[in-house]
């Protein structure tokens, strides 16, 4: 046998091998992606509404808000209307700014990026001044590509922001932090979920959005504390993870809303005006990190695309500022019994 021929051999062998590895992996992946399937249960019961005003007996003209998207924005997971995302920003905005907040939720449990659609449709009926939109997780587990979910996000933010609302999305969460999904699909869903991430944030903000990468922000605390931040289901986050989520998004929700407090000029070590690519990258893969448009010397673009800014947001809810004096908010009024006393 001459050494060409043993060489030939020896290679055929090794990408026979190597073919056969890969056969193995992706035997591996399709068997555990339909046990996850079977493990990550089906809604039996839609989670409570917290719709209504918060902050009734404050002064001024409601902010009304509106929280769109999948089971996390719904709050899936969660027992009491207080506990669900959109209740928390709403009565943190409210104490914040001193100002009602008249809340409406149209997410949906098990929606897609796709199903942005229709509560985009019914939000734009309530004249939304701010929208809080948390979406992709289910593109992911539904491996929905990711331009077709970006395509569909982007549209949503643009029919917002042309009716005049601002738009914070907090962008797809790290999927690899759910227990049950064992390696080496949990790899998988980590890569699928960050680069999810950073393509919503491009789009986003180059739609005049606002975003705030939810990543693994609660991967580290649902690692130590597992029984106490996921939900029965052990998929979806306990009120207690939903309220860490919230705090997350509050300061931004705020910026977004013109808060002086919000919109500091002060820099703090790691943030700063960036390519919005570079920033996108950058918050993919840190968990709780603002991206903003930004302008250097008058300009929106630079040579690597438009210019976005990146801020590390500290997280605040439940308390009023430092600087206010105490302040008692109600819980919400419901939105009938607000329209009663309007008609009346």
């Known amino acids: ?7 030939a051999k020896r290679a055929a062998q090794g990408v026979a091998v190597g073919a056969g590895l890969l056969a193995t992996a992706a035997g591996v992946i399709v068997a555990q992606a339909k046990q996850a399937r079977r493990i990550i249960p089906q809604a039996d019961s839609p989670p409570p509404r917290g719709d209504g005003v918060y902050g009734a007996r404050l002064p001024g003209k409601p902010i009304t808000m509106v929280v769109l998207g999948d089971s996390s924005a719904a709050g899936y997971g969660t027992f009491r209307p207080r506990e669900t995302p959109g209740a928390l920003l709403a009565n943190g905005v409210s104490r914040r700014l001193r100002r009602p907040v008249r809340l409406h939720r149209f997410a949906v449990v098990g929606a897609e990026s796709s199903g942005l659609v229709p509560q985009v449709e019914a939000a734009l009926e309530v004249k939304p001044d701010i929208a809080v939109i ?12 990711t331009s077709t979910a970006v395509r569909h996000l982007v549209n949503a933010v643009r029919d917002l922001r042309a009716a005049g609302a601002e738009v914070v999305v907090g962008t797809c969460p790290d999927l690899g932090t759910i227990r049950p999904i064992k390696p080496p699909l949990r790899w998988l869903t980590r890569y699928w979920s960050r680069q999810l991430a950073a393509a919503q944030t491009v789009a986003v903000v180059e739609a005049r959005g606002w975003t705030v990468s939810l990543g693994d922000l609660l991967g580290p605390r649902f690692t130590a504390e597992p029984t106490r931040m996921f939900s029965w289901d052990r ?3 306990s009120a207690e993870g939903y ?12 910026a977004a809303l013109g808060s002086v407090d919000e919109r500091r000029e002060v820099l703090a070590v790691g943030e700063g005006v960036r390519s919005l690519p570079h920033a996108a990258h950058e918050a993919a893969r840190r968990a709780g990190t603002e991206v903003s448009g930004a302008e250097v010397a ?3 673009r630079g040579p690597a695309g438009r210019w976005a800014q990146l801020r590390r947001r500290t997280a605040w809810f439940g308390h009023p500022h430092p600087d206010e004096a105490e302040q008692v908010v109600d819980a ?13």
Do not use: C, I, Y
């Open 243 to 254: 309220a860490v989520a919230a705090a997350a998004l509050l300061p931004t929700v705020l």
């Open 235 to 237: 998929f979806h986050p």
């Open 1 to 7: 046998m001459s050494q060409k021929w043993r060489v």
């Open 298 to 300: 008058g300009r929106e």
């Open 332 to 344: 919400a009024v419901p939105l009938e019994e607000t329209a009663s006393r309007t008609e009346g």
């Open 134 to 145: 948390l979406v992709g997780g289910n593109d992911v587990t539904h491996r929905t590509s």
